[in-house]
C-alpha cells in the first residue's frame, strides 16, 4: 500500500530529517520524495511504501497533523488512490 506525504509551511532547517525520521521510526520506506522553496515556503511531496508501518493509516494521519502542529507546518497523509482521485479533472 502506498501513500502520498505532503508537507508544506515556512521554511526551517531540519524539515526533511524531522519527517523522514517521523516515517522511518514508523516502518514507513520513502519512495519518491520532490521538495522545493517557494519564496520563504518549503513545499514537499513524498510517495511512501505503509507495507512495513507499525500503525495503521488513521494513527499516523493524526500523528502526522500533530507533529507538523509541533515544528508549524501542515504535514498530511493519504492512501494513493484517495489522493489521485481528489486531483483528478
Known amino acids: 500500500m502506498r501513500a502520498v506525504v505532503t508537507v508544506v509551511g515556512k521554511d526551517k ?26 519564496d520563504e515556503y518549503f513545499t514537499m511531496i513524498m510517495m511512501v511504501d505503509l507495507r512495513g508501518a ?13 507533529m507538523g502542529e509541533k515544528i508549524g507546518m501542515s504535514i498530511h497523509i493519504q ?5 489521485n482521485a481528489m486531483h483528478s479533472v
Open 13 to 38: 532547517t531540519g524539515i526533511i530529517a524531522k519527517v523522514s525520521a517521523f516515517l522511518a521510526e514508523r516502518g514507513i520506506n520513502i519512495l519518491d520524495i520532490s521538495q522545493t522553496i517557494m
Open 54 to 66: 507499525t500503525e495503521g493509516l488513521a494513527e499516523i494521519a493524526k500523528e502526522c497533523r500533530e
Open 79 to 83: 492512501h494513493e488512490d484517495i489522493f
